[in-house]
């Protein structure tokens, strides 16, 4: 059960802007951070102490940034199961690459949820036309075809609702294994997340409810505006998914909520994740600050909620709107300086808090 | 009125933990930010997106940081005249170095606080045996006697109660123009800081109450348990002086109270101060924050106060506390990234919350 304070040396995996702001946090502790990325522009790349500059197939630089950090930690799930186990060989990786692994493939997500006792999205393994024709029989239309692994903000997924959709998606499961799963009737989307620790049990934060736009998240609210037993139950579920995988560290859950109040669970991400956001300013302790400890072995900080806030994502020119939010007390905004803001391309967010609780 | 928002870059001088804590909040807001300091180890250096490494004295390095920035500002006072003159010569510096200039000099420092209207306790100018007799004879003792230039944690100073000490301390007007002045007997020390920006009226925070051991500052309270009228009043004098001197940043007052409830203004610090560290987890607009945001010309942000809260410091082997603080939900703690835990050096410090304000 090592632990790990200032001085010690954190290694991020990945130059993204969840790597930034746990980086922002781990500095402002006195960590020393490691950034392995591919170029030293990456948002988590140009404040890290050392840059490990590689793609995920350069071993030796695996292993020297492994040997380089006291716990590493990966702030985007879809690194190759070599590099994993590379970086676990020689150094500790919280979370464990078992939890990395599960949540990078659609077939073991879903089995790993349906193992914890949890509802997920009827859904059928898809290789070839058949297995694909045999789905769509069993599951009907309409229904959604994603490819098992890589797959995020809507991409290498498609919405089906005839033969004609699933034809035209052949080229899906040629690239890959895939699955297609029945479209659920949601009402809306809630996201929790939930914080394991080296020992103690898992804690999580309130639900947000998400609004997406073209499969980007839009906006997250807190509260959620749905029950406070289905809160509730969010959580519990949360908690036990942690506790079934092992997580330490963070561990995302999207949910859908159906009209009769079901929550089917959607997606794990195990790291913070952008419907989390809303923490750095309306609770004492951040979606961030709880990643460090964790994977530290500190104990946990407050994750009490102390405003009602939304979380707006800044995509593309949206980050130009800056001198304006900067203007109003109660927006509270955060820039993750890629020097190109591309169309759709999540630049920054803001958080604006209202009501504030004693 | 030049306005910067992310993407501009951000230029520190100095390397030390309050450079490093403006930069902190610059990188949450996608600034770029370059360091000009002498040492690449440096708080701030180590998350510099660029390195300035130079003396005060490579006027080439100088020109080459000052042209790098969109905007400059000093993160502490002792900055040479001749330095301050090339970095003006070739870019925005905030706050100007007329305000520098006054700052680090306490003739100019007393002579200015004397213009603007203000107390400051009885003094005399120094340069040899027969003025420095003189001044004793005029001021009396307990008196100080304090070198006019690189001061700071009570360096360069020393108490006076009779011609031996005076004598004794020959060596300080023989290095350089001293000042000696009358020892106010104050009941406590308080310090604002005040916020001046490109355009509108001064802001300042709530005054603390600072609480020294050897010279250094240990903690600071606030609220600080004055009397209203004495709060209004100090933070009257803050705003006057950062009228008067045309300070386009930050200045930090410090002032003694005597039991007649008077204000005496002891020193200024056009800068982020010590003092004000308590509102980085007890306002939503830090010191920090603020002083980014007055530089680059953005409106003020909310500095009012929302907890109760002790800033404590933590001076040398104490930062290795550090695992029980952050144990403790009401403790914040802040840590600069020092390699050798020095007796006395400021290593980080703690804000403890206590009592929460709707």
Known sequence: MSVFGPSATLGIVGGGQLGRMLALVALDWGYRVHVLCQHKD???????????????TDEATLRAFAESCAVMTCEFE?????????????????PKASVMLCAQNRHAEKQAIQEAGFLVAPWQKVTDEKSARDACQVLGYPSIIKTARMGYDGKGQRRLD???DLMA???????????????????CELSVVACGSVAGAPLCYEPSRNVHESHILRRSHVPSGVSVALCQQAQRIARQLVQHLEVVGLLAVEMFVTQDET????????????????????????????????????????????????MQNLLGEEVHRFLDDV??????????????????????HVNVLSKRYP
């Not at 927006?331 to 591309?342: N, S």
Request: hydrophobic letters at 40%.
């Open 42 to 56: 990456e948002p988590a790349a140009c404040l890290a102490h050392r840059c490990f500059l590689a793609d995920f």
């Open 78 to 94: 879809h690194v190759p199961a070599t590099a994993l186990h590379v970086l676990e060989a020689h150094g500790l990786l919280r």
């Open 169 to 187: 998606s052949a080229a899906l499961w040629q690239a890959g294994t895939c699955i297609i799963e029945k479209k659920i009737d949601f009402v």
């Open 263 to 310: 929550l089917w669970v959607n997606e794990l991400a195990p790291r913070a994740h952008n419907s989390g956001h809303w923490t750095m300013d309306a609770c004492v302790s951040s979606q961030f600050e709880q990643w460090l400890r964790m994977i530290c072995g500190l104990p946990s900080g407050d994750v009490r909620r102390l405003y009602d806030v939304t």
């Open 162 to 164: 005839n033969d004609n």
């Open 327 to 348: 203007s109003h007390k109660e927006k509270r905004v955060h820039i993750y300086g890629k020097t190109q803001a591309r169309a759709q391309r999540k630049m920054g």
